[in-house]
């Protein structure tokens, strides 16, 4: 794994690097099937526009495990590199259709510090198929690049199985907490978990490491049962770190204000500070939690100071990390096919993140 600034940069950059060579391919076939010249500019614009700008964190993650997992080590062939980086524009092209989907059901107005996608001018419902359109971009990257290896049945299925699985959580999300109407009786811990688990931690986590096990040539189940083991919980540790940070964290060192108070989101302070909250302290949030006004949610944050909401994180936080490594040193190497260095440097990346 890249270890040092200048390494993560160029690392970065490589990646980088191959997304023109993927949207080409999938303008060629386009212009093959004589679409016209306006449905390729516009698929063009779809393609750069929703995919690349984010910190491609999954993406770069199927490079490194392949790395990490494949007896070459960093000396790779460019062949094997090539593919893994497909392998991971396909996740990122994967999380692109989510969220274009997501800001319209949210009604959000910015994403990555750019109006959402169908915010942009003349877009509006077109986003509904453009959304599809990356969905479906996999699906043709895959056929082309993978169709000949004896995996690529496996491939299919991942990609199937985990887009299925977060659009479960999604529902579960949209059910639990609509914007436009607060309900804190629909709130929990265990809607919160399954929320977590099945709109992050399955694309997030596991998606990039099964990957890079199927190209790298595992294919023992219990390997994958074992990864997923370990994978799910640490996604749900990062996204209970996601909303605390969205909680505490000073917009100066997260990079963008919070807003799961002011917007109704089923966090991990709420569920946490409902479970804890006395009738007096629960009525406070009955009336202020997902308010769109400043004063509410100075309410809300005044109560989660009151309840210790970042004392009881940091417990949960070093409580996650010891049995996170006790998971991870358990593993048979040998056996498994895989190697604990894969999974520290997951937990490496996430652990006591400030943003």
């Known amino acids: 794994m890249s270890t040092t600034p200048e390494e993560k940069k160029a690392a970065r950059a490589k990646f980088e690097a191959v997304f023109p060579v993927i949207a080409d391919e999938i303008l060629d076939y386009m212009k093959g099937e004589g679409m016209p010249a306006e449905a390729l500019e516009w698929m063009n614009k779809n393609l750069y526009y929703n995919t690349p700008g984010g910190k491609l964190n999954r993406g770069l993650s199927v490079v490194d495990t ?28 994967l999380q692109a259709y989510f969220l274009v989907a997501d800001d319209m059901m949210d009604a959000s107005i910015t994403r990555r510090g750019q109006p959402c996608w169908y915010k942009v001018e003349g877009v509006s419902n077109i986003a509904i198929n453009d959304a599809f359109m990356l969905e479906g971009a996999i699906y043709f990257l895959l056929k082309k690049h993978f169709r000949k290896e004896s995996y690529y049945v496996d491939l299919l299925e991942l990609f199937h199985d985990v887009t299925f699985q977060t659009e479960l959580g999604q529902l579960i999300d949209l059910l639990t907490a609509p914007e436009d109407h607060v309900d804190l009786d629909k709130f929990s811990l265990n809607k919160h978990h399954l ?22 040539g595992v294919t023992d ?4 049962k074992l990864a997923l083991s370990i994978l799910i919980p ?7 770190q996601d909303d605390v940070l969205d909680a505490f964290a000073p917009p100066e060192i997260l990079g963008k204000i919070g807003t799961d108070i002011l917007d109704n989101k089923c966090s991990w302070p709420i569920n946490l500070a409902l479970s804890l909250a006395s009738p ?19 309410r809300v ?23 996170l490594n006790k998971l991870i040193d358990s593993i048979d190497e040998e056996k498994s096919g895989l190697k604990k260095e894969v999974f520290h440097s997951f937990l490496g990346k996430v652990y006591k993140r400030s943003k």
Do not use: H
């Open 66 to 93: 392949y790395i990490l997992l494949s007896p070459s080590g960093k000396d790779i062939s460019e062949e094997e590199y090539l593919k893994a980086a497909i392998l991971g524009w396909c996740i990122e092209l």
């Open 195 to 216: 929320i977590v688990v099945y709109k992050t931690a399955f694309y997030s986590f596991y998606l990039p490491v099964a990957l890079a096990m199927r190209m790298v």
């Open 221 to 224: 189940d219990e390997a994958y």
């Open 234 to 240: 640490m996604g749900e540790y990062f996204q209970v």
């Open 280 to 298: 007096a302290q629960r009525e406070i949030l009955d009336t202020s939690y997902g308010q769109k006004n400043s004063e509410a949610e100075a």
């Open 301 to 323: 944050k005044a109560l989660y100071a009151e309840l210790d909401i970042q004392g009881k994180f940091n417990a949960y936080e070093q409580q996650s990390y010891e049995s």
